[in-house]
């Protein structure tokens, strides 16, 4: 059973990724009335086929790891003249190549675009179903060997709000920043804020040939000397109905300072706090409401949990997202970890990375069984991911490849003529070559994990 949800979650995640892919490919073609002669999910042999209204043949083929859509280009025409035979005089007119280059550049943009595009709807659906964990990386603990460039170090309860200018807003982010800088020498400057100043400070660290194995880029933060909790802020989320918090008009959105006399700086400090008061009347809230300052006297209700009473106050932490808020996060998330993609494959490239971490099919499978075993959820935040990954790759200039074919559109609108077919048939050759390097090495790494 175990193995059937693998097989079938492997089938889902590729196919869904594949067919998006290929249908951007496939729409803009029709845009462009250039005739698609066959739009296949899979590669290889053909099992099963229809034709549709325009000619195009609709396949399943054998091998599940890729598509492909196959347009009527002009070469081919002159490669297998029978072809001609199949197609009327318009469809013979519309070959890719006869296409103006913007047209072609489009058609090879649209493959990605479209998984561009699916990240974003999946990223989208997502926050807009799930609460936002308001949750900031906060120094637990710092290594006294770690070496600083400023006057100022980390200490205990720091809320780091950026490395290098760039923000850190969730748990992946420190991590995923850090890795950028895999091979660097020099500064990295943590933008901290910290009790008892108004205003926020930087902490400089010095570091060289940062994250230099495999090892240490399993945990950035660990080979730099800190350890972090990520907690969630103080800021109310749900107010249930009738519950102590509502009874006092306490509201969603509003951000506790303080509890009686103590200082507030995590819900987990507001659990802590209200657990600890059972039964208290007219307990001081100190409460930041749009910008001001307000106080509410709050009577803390009590429940039994595990043969000791606690005191309870109504609330969940995490506040929902409404969908513009979660379509600028799904695009920017989106953006972001595709930058990120591009700034790793350059690492591998400079050997400041391992690439022990890249996964061919056997991995990608596993991948889809754990998260598909885990929830919907977490597939479908796989699925966003490899769609980044899948529209990164394919945008490399690497010929074969879609970024290849534009790199060879770029080079033909310089020099205003093709390149010559010998040449052409050299860089494809080369470039098909390549790609199938990659995936030897990539189901090596697979196979080298299992043994």
């Known amino acids: 059973m175990t193995y059937l949800i693998y097989i079938l979650a492997f089938a889902v995640l590729l196919g869904v990724l594949v067919t998006i892919h290929e249908f951007g490919h496939f729409i803009v073609a029709r845009m462009c009335k250039v005739h698609v002669q066959r739009f296949s999910i899979g590669m290889g042999p053909v099992f099963y086929k229809k034709l549709d209204k325009h000619g195009t043949e609709f396949a399943l083929s054998a091998i599940p790891l890729g598509g492909y859509v196959s347009m009527i280009t002009n070469k081919l025409i002159e490669l297998e003249p029978e072809i001609s035979n199949q197609l009327n005089e318009e469809q013979l007119k519309n070959t890719f190549d006869s296409k103006p280059k913007w047209q072609r550049a489009s058609i090879m943009f649209a493959g990605p675009l479209a998984?561009?595009?699916?990240?974003?709807?999946?990223?989208?659906?997502?926050?807009?179903?799930?609460?936002?964990?308001?949750?900031?990386?906060?120094?637990?603990?710092?290594?006294?060997?770690?070496?600083?460039?400023?006057?100022?170090?980390?200490?205990?309860?720091?809320?780091?709000?950026?490395?290098?200018?760039?923000?850190?807003?969730?748990?992946?982010?420190?991590?995923?920043?850090?890795?950028?800088?895999?091979?660097?020498?020099?500064?990295?400057?943590?933008?901290?804020?910290?009790?008892?100043?108004?205003?926020?400070?930087?902490?400089?660290?010095?570091?060289?040939?940062?994250?230099?194995?495999?090892?240490?880029?399993?945990?950035?933060?660990?080979?730099?000397?800190?350890?972090?909790?990520?907690?969630?802020?103080?800021?109310?989320?749900?107010?249930?109905?009738?519950?102590?918090?509502?009874?006092?008009?306490?509201?969603?959105?509003?951000?506790?300072?303080?509890?009686?006399?103590?200082?507030?700086?995590?819900?987990?400090?507001?659990?802590?706090?209200?657990?600890?008061?059972?039964?208290?009347?007219?307990?001081?809230?100190?409460?930041?409401?749009?910008?001001?300052?307000?106080?509410l006297p709050v009577d803390i209700g009590s429940q039994l949990r595990e043969d000791k009473i606690v005191g309870m106050l109504g609330v969940s932490f995490g506040t929902s997202r409404g969908l513009y808020q979660s379509l600028l996060k799904g695009v920017y998330e989106t953006y972001n970890l595709s930058v990120k993609t591009l700034q790793f494959i350059g690492k591998m490239i400079s050997g400041n990375m391992g690439t022990e971490n890249l996964s061919g099919p056997i991995g990608i499978a596993q991948m889809a069984g754990d998260t598909a075993q885990a929830g919907f959820l977490p597939f479908m935040y796989l699925m966003a991911l490899l769609s980044i990954s899948l529209a990164v790759l394919n945008l490399l200039p690497i010929p074969v490849l879609d970024g290849g074919q534009l790199t060879l559109l770029g080079i033909e609108a310089i020099r205003g003529k093709p390149l010559p077919e010998k040449a052409e048939n050299i860089i494809y050759t080369g470039g098909a070559a390549i790609v199938v390097m990659l995936m030897v090495f990539a189901i090596f790494n697979d196979i080298s994990r299992f043994l």
Do not use: C, H, W
């Not at 799930?130 to 290594?143: E, G, L, M, R």
């Not at 995590?266 to 307000?294: L, Y």
């Open 115 to 295: 998984n561009f595009l699916l990240s974003i709807f999946i990223f989208t659906a997502i926050f807009l179903n799930t609460a936002d964990p308001q949750i900031v990386p906060v120094v637990n603990s710092a290594n006294q060997e770690i070496t600083y460039s400023s006057d100022e170090s980390f200490q205990i309860n720091d809320q780091i709000l950026s490395i290098n200018n760039t923000s850190v807003k969730e748990a992946k982010d420190v991590n995923l920043e850090l890795l950028t800088y895999a091979g660097y020498t020099g500064d990295l400057s943590f933008e901290v804020v910290r009790d008892g100043l108004e205003k926020s400070t930087n902490v400089l660290v010095k570091v060289s040939n940062f994250l230099p194995t495999s090892e240490s880029q399993s945990n950035p933060t660990e080979y730099l000397g800190i350890d972090i909790l990520y907690l969630m802020q103080p800021i109310i989320g749900k107010v249930i109905p009738g519950g102590s918090a509502d009874n006092a008009g306490i509201k969603s959105n509003d951000r506790i300072l303080k509890i009686g006399d103590a200082n507030i700086n995590f819900a987990s400090d507001i659990q802590k706090q209200v657990s600890e008061n059972p039964n208290n009347n007219n307990v001081e809230f100190k409460i930041e409401r749009d910008g001001k300052i307000i106080y």
